[in-house]
Nanobody, 124 residues
Framework: VQLQASGGGLVQAGDSLRLSCAASRRTFSSFAMGWFRQAPEKEREFVAAISLTGGSTDYADFVKGRFTISRDNAKNTVYLQMNSLKPEDTAVYYC??????????????????WGQGTQVTVSS
C-alpha cells in the first residue's frame, strides 16, 4: 500500500487546512486509517483515526472539536479537516494504514504503512 499525503502549508492561527491521503490499494475500504503528527524534537503522536466504513472515529483530546477525520472509499482517500489551528499544531502530519483492524486504534505500532508526511506550520 502506498500512501500519498498532501494539503499541508503555512497558515495563521485560527485558519483551516484540509489534509488528504490517497491510497494506492483498491481494497482501501478494508482497513482502518489514522493520522499522526511529529513536531521538532518531539515524539510522533496520535491525532485521529477512522474505521474502515467511516462509522467509528477516535480523536486525541487536543484536537477534539477542531479536527475531523473522514474518508471517501470510492476515491481511496482519507481526509483530516483542521479548523481553528493553533501554533502548537505545527508538525509534520502522517497518514497511516492499519490492515489488520476494522476499527481505529491509537497505537502507531499497529499501522503497517505510512505516508511521507506533509508539513503544517501555524504562525501566531
Amino acid at each position: 500500500v502506498q500512501l500519498q499525503a498532501s494539503g499541508g502549508g503555512l497558515v495563521q492561527a485560527g485558519d483551516s487546512l484540509r489534509l488528504s491521503c490517497a491510497a494506492s490499494r483498491r481494497t482501501f475500504s478494508s482497513f482502518a486509517m489514522g493520522w499522526f503528527r511529529q513536531a521538532p524534537e518531539k515524539e510522533r503522536e496520535f491525532v485521529a483515526a477512522i474505521s474502515l466504513t467511516g462509522g467509528s472515529t477516535d480523536y486525541a483530546d487536543f484536537v477534539k472539536g477542531r479536527f475531523t477525520i473522514s474518508r471517501d472509499n470510492a476515491k481511496n482517500t482519507v481526509y483530516l479537516q483542521m479548523n481553528s489551528l493553533k501554533p502548537e499544531d505545527t508538525a509534520v502530519y502522517y497518514c497511516a494504514a492499519d490492515l489488520d483492524r476494522w476499527n481505529p486504534t491509537r497505537d502507531p505500532n499497529k499501522y503497517e504503512y505510512w505516508g511521507q508526511g506533509t508539513q503544517v506550520t501555524v504562525s501566531s
